[in-house]
C-alpha cells in the first residue's frame, strides 16, 4: 500500500444507442466495412448543416437520472476547435458551457464493505471523432465512427484506490447497460475510461498523470495500480512526478508515456452557430424519467425481498442484466428460489463460459432449468442425477422429465419398496450390523451405498438413510 495519499478522477466517453448519428441520418453500426456508414454531413462537406438526435437527447436525460444529475432544460452546444486527422470539420461539436447535467452520484461499494458516494460533476452530449489506423505505410481514417452520439460523464476526484476507480466503473457501467443508454462494450470501444492519477505526501493535489483509453474494467484496476506504484517510486527517489498523458500496457503491466503535458490547450470554445438552443418540454422529460428501466440497485432489493435471496446472490445475478432476466423466468415456475440461484449462477454459467456463450443465448430454456429444480425439490431425483439430467439437457435441448423416465432414473420413495431391499442388504451384511453396533458409523454409508446400487441409484437416499437406522434398531 502507499504511504502517499491517491488522488483519482475519470472521465468517461460513451456511446448512445441511438440508430443514427448525432448530428445526421447517417446509421451508428459497429464492425461495417470502412467509410460506408457516412454522410455528408459526418464528413463535413461545404453547405451542409448538423440536426440534433431526438433519441440521443432522450437517452442523455435517462443516464442523468440514473446517475442523479440535476437536468438542465435548456440544450446548448458549442464548438471545440482543433485540427487532427480523426475530425474532418476541424471542429468537435460539443456541451462545454452547458452540459445536459450537472451534481450527479453513485454509490459504490469500497474494499471495507461500506457504501461510499462519488460525485459527477457533469454530463455533456457530443459527437465522436472518425477512427485511425496506423500502418507503416500510412495513417487511415474510418469515418463509420465520426458523428457517433456520446455523452462524456466527469466524476469529481473522489477516488483513492484502484479498486475504487474500478468499482465505480463497473458501477456506472451497470447503470448504462440496465437504462439501455449505451451497450457498454468496452471491447468494441463503445465505452471508453480515462484516468486522472496524482500522488502526494499530504493533503494537496500532487501532479496528475492521464491514462488514456482503458478497455476493461479489469485493466482500469491493474493501470490505475500500476501507475500508483510508479509515481511512489519516484516521490521516493526525490523526484518529480511530471504532467503526460500514458497508456497501459497489458504486457509489461505498467504505464507507457504516451505524450508530455506542457500546459492546457487552448480549444477556443465559443457556442455552436448552426443549432439554435432548445428548451425540452419538462412534461417530456418527466414522462422519459417515470417510464425509465428498473436500475441495478433496485433490482438487487427486489431480487432479496421477493426471492428470499442473500445479498451475495442478489449480486451476481443483478450483475448481468441477461442473467437476471433468465433467472426471474426461471424462478417464476420453480419451487425453490435459492435452488434455482444456485443453478444459475454455478453449473449453467460454468457451462456457458466453457461453451463461450452467454445468457443471452444459453441454449437452455428457463422453464427446463425450473423443471430440473423441482425434480430434485420433490425428491423425484437426487441432486447427483440432477447433475448428469443436466448434462444431457445441455447437449440434446431436451426436457429434463423426458431424460429422467428414458434413463429410468425417477427415485423410488414408496417406503414399501426400500425397505425389501433394506432387508435384503441387511441379511447380507451381518458383518456391517455388527460394526454399527460397535459405534462404526461409517457402515450406515455403506449399507446405503448397497441399497442404492440395488435400486440403480432409485432408492431415495435421504428415506434409505432413515429406513437403515430404523431397521438396524430392532435387530
Known amino acids: 500500500m502507499s504511504k502517499y495519499r491517491t488522488t483519482i478522477g475519470i472521465e468517461i466517453h460513451c456511446e448512445l444507442k441511438t440508430g443514427t448519428k448525432m448530428f445526421s441520418g447517417a446509421p451508428v453500426k459497429f464492425g461495417e466495412t470502412a467509410n460506408t456508414c457516412t454522410s455528408v454531413v459526418d464528413l463535413a462537406m461545404p453547405g451542409t448543416l448538423p440536426c440534433v438526435n431526438r433519441e440521443a437527447v432522450k437517452l442523455a436525460i435517462k443516464a442523468c437520472t440514473g446517475l442523479h444529475c440535476e437536468i438542465d432544460p435548456l440544450v446548448k452546444f458549442d464548438r471545440k476547435n482543433?485540427?487532427?486527422?480523426?475530425?474532418?470539420?476541424?471542429?468537435?461539436?460539443?456541451?462545454?458551457?452547458?452540459?445536459?447535467?450537472?451534481?450527479?452520484?453513485?454509490?459504490?461499494?469500497?474494499?471495507?464493505?461500506?457504501?461510499?458516494?462519488?460525485?459527477?460533476?457533469?454530463?455533456?452530449?457530443?459527437?465522436d471523432t472518425a477512427k485511425q489506423f496506423h500502418r507503416d505505410s500510412g495513417t487511415y481514417i474510418d469515418f463509420n465512427r465520426a458523428g457517433v452520439p456520446l455523452v462524456e460523464?466527469?466524476?469529481?476526484?473522489?477516488?483513492h484506490s484502484a479498486q475504487e476507480a474500478a468499482a465505480y466503473v463497473d458501477t456506472l457501467r451497470q447503470i448504462l447497460l440496465y437504462l439501455n443508454v449505451s451497450d457498454v462494450k468496452m471491447e468494441e470501444g463503445s465505452m471508453r475510461c480515462d484516468v486522472n492519477i496524482s500522488l502526494s505526501a499530504d493533503d494537496t493535489l500532487g501532479t496528475k498523470t492521464e491514462i488514456k483509453?482503458?478497455?476493461?474494467?479489469?485493466?482500469?484496476?491493474?493501470?490505475?495500480?500500476?501507475?500508483?506504484?510508479?509515481?511512489?517510486?519516484?516521490?521516493?527517489?526525490?523526484?518529480?512526478?511530471?504532467?503526460?498523458?500514458?497508456?497501459?500496457?497489458?504486457s509489461q503491466k505498467t504505464t507507457v508515456l504516451m505524450r508530455k503535458k506542457e500546459g492546457t490547450v487552448d480549444y477556443k470554445y465559443f457556442p455552436e452557430p448552426n443549432i439554435f438552443p432548445i428548451q425540452?418540454?419538462?412534461?417530456?422529460?418527466?414522462?422519459?424519467?417515470?417510464?425509465?428501466?428498473?436500475?441495478?440497485?433496485?433490482?438487487?432489493?427486489?431480487?432479496?425481498?421477493?426471492?428470499?435471496?442473500?445479498?451475495?446472490?442478489?449480486q451476481v445475478l443483478v450483475a448481468?442484466?441477461?442473467?437476471?432476466?433468465?433467472?426471474?423466468?426461471?424462478?417464476?415456475?420453480?419451487?425453490?428460489?435459492?435452488?434455482?440461484?444456485?443453478?444459475?449462477?454455478?453449473?449453467?454459467?460454468?457451462?456457458?463460459?466453457?461453451?463461450?456463450?452467454?445468457f443471452v443465448d444459453p441454449g437452455l430454456q428457463p422453464a427446463y432449468l425450473a423443471q430440473l429444480v423441482n425434480l430434485v425439490s420433490d425428491g423425484s431425483i437426487s441432486g447427483k442425477q440432477a447433475k448428469t439430467v443436466f448434462e444431457e439437457m445441455m447437449a440434446s435441448g431436451r426436457e429434463p422429465s423426458v431424460i429422467v423416465e428414458e434413463k429410468g432414473m425417477k427415485q423410488v420413495s414408496d417406503d414399501g419398496a426400500i425397505l425389501a431391499l433394506v432387508t435384503e442388504v441387511l441379511d447380507a451384511n451381518p458383518k456391517s450390523i455388527e460394526d454399527y453396533k460397535a459405534g462404526?458409523?461409517?457402515?450406515?454409508?455403506?449399507?446405503?451405498?448397497?441399497v442404492m446400487k440395488k435400486s440403480r441409484g432409485t432408492a431415495n437416499p435421504k428415506r434409505t438413510n432413515e429406513l437403515i437406522r430404523e431397521e438396524l434398531a430392532k435387530r
Open 213 to 250: 483509453n482503458l478497455n476493461s474494467i479489469a485493466n482500469v484496476q491493474k493501470a490505475v495500480a500500476a501507475e500508483i506504484e510508479r509515481q511512489s517510486r519516484i516521490l521516493d527517489e526525490g523526484g518529480q512526478v511530471e504532467q503526460a498523458t500514458r497508456r497501459y500496457d497489458e
Open 82 to 127: 482543433y485540427y487532427y486527422s480523426d475530425l474532418p470539420k476541424g471542429f468537435q461539436i460539443t456541451q462545454q458551457f452547458h452540459p445536459i447535467g450537472r451534481d450527479g452520484y453513485v454509490e459504490i461499494e469500497t474494499e471495507d464493505g461500506e457504501r461510499k458516494k462519488i460525485r459527477i460533476e457533469r454530463i455533456h452530449m457530443e459527437e
Open 153 to 159: 460523464i466527469v466524476s469529481r476526484p473522489d477516488m
Open 320 to 358: 448481468d442484466p441477461a442473467m437476471a432476466d433468465y433467472y426471474e423466468a426461471a424462478v417464476k415456475e420453480a419451487k425453490d428460489a435459492k435452488k434455482t440461484a444456485n443453478w444459475v449462477m454455478g453449473d449453467l454459467t460454468a457451462w456457458l463460459n466453457k461453451e463461450n456463450r452467454t
Open 280 to 314: 425540452l418540454d419538462p412534461a417530456w422529460i418527466r414522462d422519459i424519467q417515470e417510464n425509465m428501466e428498473e436500475l441495478p440497485g433496485q433490482r438487487r432489493a427486489r431480487f432479496m425481498k421477493e426471492y428470499g435471496l442473500g445479498e451475495y446472490d442478489a
Open 440 to 450: 462404526k458409523d461409517r457402515a450406515i454409508g455403506f449399507l446405503v451405498g448397497q
